[in-house]
């Protein structure tokens, strides 16, 4: 069991990560902006309009039932646990016992599956279209992501993230190749689950993935917001925690981790920017279309996986 120093390190870095989550998206829409030749909102605007759903009246659909109310709890707690557990000021884990690969296989599942079922439990025609669509992408997304992260997995001879980013940060030489390829298809998987096209559309969020938000308000639709917005930094952090895990504290020394703190930002500012500059330089696609593109991802991790078990 972790002691009290790891604890406290894991809320404070749950907490950073969830302050930090509408200054990461509110970057990827001044990205957007700028490359779509407009002014746009400056990077603090999602922390504004936080603010002013927090003050409004929560409205629900007389037909909606207690899932559609639970749904923003459960999605920003599962997600404000995921950002406690992940490697983030260190390489290891602040709570060992839930970075497990597994585990978070499951909590991610558990908010994708409560998302879905909001908008389903909604009584909207076009909330049930969006989950139905969120739970298509799911089947095409977490395949891969699993997949790329088993082979890791493998390499290390452990599930635990913390101690899989620890070994790929200390050797990277072991199996270079299968390692590379890992990390590209779970990038791909990290964008998808960003929110980014040719997969999702900012401009008409509520066409694709973010159809069950369309019946919230209030204090709801802000806690929803803020926890998809997390759930996006987490993501991030993930890939950075584990095949990146540079910057980080090397031991629990309050001027290590205060660099580690400094440093946290800009890794996901670059990967944030990365993302906005990747997703505004291609056309929109069909979501019909979507199997075909997620393929690509899938065939990284198929490789990734024969590379590992060819000893490349």
């Known amino acids: 069991m972790p002691n009290l120093t790891m604890?406290?390190?894991?809320?404070?870095?749950?907490?950073?990560?969830?302050?930090?989550?509408?200054?990461?998206?509110?970057?990827?829409r001044m990205i957007r902006a700028r490359m779509h030749s407009r002014r746009g909102p400056g990077v603090l605007q999602d922390y504004r309009d936080?603010?002013?759903?927090?003050?409004?009246?929560?409205?629900?659909p007389a037909v909606s039932g207690g899932v559609f109310r639970a749904a923003p709890y459960v999605i920003?707690?599962?997600?404000?646990?995921?950002?406690?557990?992940?490697?983030?000021?260190?390489?290891?884990?602040?709570?060992?016992?839930?970075?497990?690969?597994?585990?978070f296989a499951y909590l991610?599942?558990?908010?994708?599956?409560?998302?879905?079922?909001?908008?389903?439990?909604?009584?909207?025609?076009?909330?049930?279209?969006?989950?139905?669509?969120?739970?298509?992408?799911?089947?095409?997304?977490?395949?891969?992501?699993?997949?790329?992260?088993?082979?890791?997995?493998?390499?290390?001879?452990?599930?635990?993230?913390?101690?899989?980013?620890?070994g790929i940060g200390g050797n990277y030489l072991q199996a270079p190749a299968a390692i590379g390829l890992a990390m590209l298809a779970f990038a791909f998987t990290v964008f998808i689950e960003m929110g980014k096209l040719p997969f999702d559309m900012a401009e008409a969020e509520q066409e694709l993935q973010e159809g069950p938000l369309t019946e919230y308000s209030g204090p709801?639709?802000?806690?929803?917001?803020?926890?998809?917005?997390?759930?996006?930094?987490?993501?991030a952090q993930f890939l950075l925690?584990?095949?990146?895990?540079?910057?980080?504290?090397?031991?629990?020394?309050?001027?290590?981790?205060?660099?580690?703190?400094v440093a946290l930002p800009l890794k996901l500012l670059a990967v944030f920017t990365l993302a906005g500059l990747i997703?505004?330089?291609?056309a929109r696609g069909r979501f019909l279309l979507t199997s075909r593109v997620t393929w690509v991802g899938?065939?990284?991790?198929?490789?990734?996986?024969?590379?590992?078990?060819?000893?490349?």
């Open 298 to 312: 899938f065939g990284l991790a198929a490789l990734s996986f024969v590379f590992y078990l060819t000893g490349l």
């Open 108 to 166: 991610f599942a558990l908010v994708r599956f409560f998302f879905s079922l909001s908008g389903i439990d909604s009584g909207s025609a076009f909330g049930g279209l969006g989950a139905g669509r969120e739970l298509t992408l799911g089947i095409l997304v977490e395949p891969t992501m699993i997949l790329s992260l088993l082979v890791v997995a493998l390499i290390e001879g452990t599930t635990n993230l913390g101690a899989i980013g620890a």
């Open 241 to 261: 925690g584990v095949f990146l895990p540079f910057g980080v504290a090397a031991s629990l020394a309050p001027a290590s981790l205060a660099l580690a703190a």
């Open 279 to 282: 997703e505004n330089s291609m």
């Open 220 to 235: 709801s639709l802000a806690l929803m917001k803020l926890g998809l917005g997390l759930k996006k930094v987490v993501m």
């Open 7 to 28: 604890i406290v390190l894991a809320v404070a870095q749950g907490v950073i990560l969830l302050l930090l989550a509408p200054l990461m998206t509110g970057v990827s």
């Open 50 to 60: 936080l603010a002013k759903l927090f003050k409004r009246q929560d409205v629900a």
């Open 76 to 103: 920003l707690g599962t997600m404000f646990l995921l950002a406690m557990a992940l490697p983030a000021f260190t390489r290891t884990s602040p709570l060992p016992f839930l970075a497990d690969l597994i585990t």
